[in-house]
């Protein structure tokens, strides 16, 4: 295959928690025509201090306009938490974690991350959570924990951190779009409705 997406994101990213359903349509809409392959972004990893108000207020806003451009549930009872320390490390981790095992179970293991934590409150900074959402999508339990440990796994985490620094990737989500002899296109930097990405999809297929 000489055509594929690459989709950089963050399991605790709202706005890609808004682009979920626009990337659902996507992978309908492109099938078997390009690959899809799933880069962790790393949007607040290695958080060491535990949310204030201030944080909660400034997160708050940002679900609102996310849920007004979206339409995407958020279940609000997330800010009634004490203590929460917001390190996306953990869940992006489980992103590659889940890619080294079986990687066309990436994307699914990215979307039931983003479903987890914005629409049902689940704690996807906490290593057991994280074992039984990648279980739910089809990972043994057992193979997602030696996975996550992994030295290995820690390293292509920041690899992947590393290469969308180096992508000069601005904002998630970012989807490009890559075939061989072609210039890479940004089919979109940022959130974007499906209505306004498609005929960009379109015309990158078209070559």
Known sequence: MDRKLLYFADPMCSWCWGFSPVMDKLKAKVGDRAGLEIFVGGLRPFTDHAMTEQDKSYVRNHWNHVAEASGQPFDYNFFERDGFTYDTEP???AVV??????????????????????????DTTDPDVLAELANEVGVPMGDFEIAFADEDTKQETLADFHYAQRSQITGFPTLVGVAEGETPVALTIGFRPWENLEPAVDQWLAG
């Open 91 to 93: 869940a992006c981790r």
């Open 97 to 122: 974690a889940v890619r080294r095992i079986a990687p066309e179970l990436a994307p699914a293991m990215l979307a039931r991350l983003h479903k987890a934590f914005y629409a049902e409150n689940k």
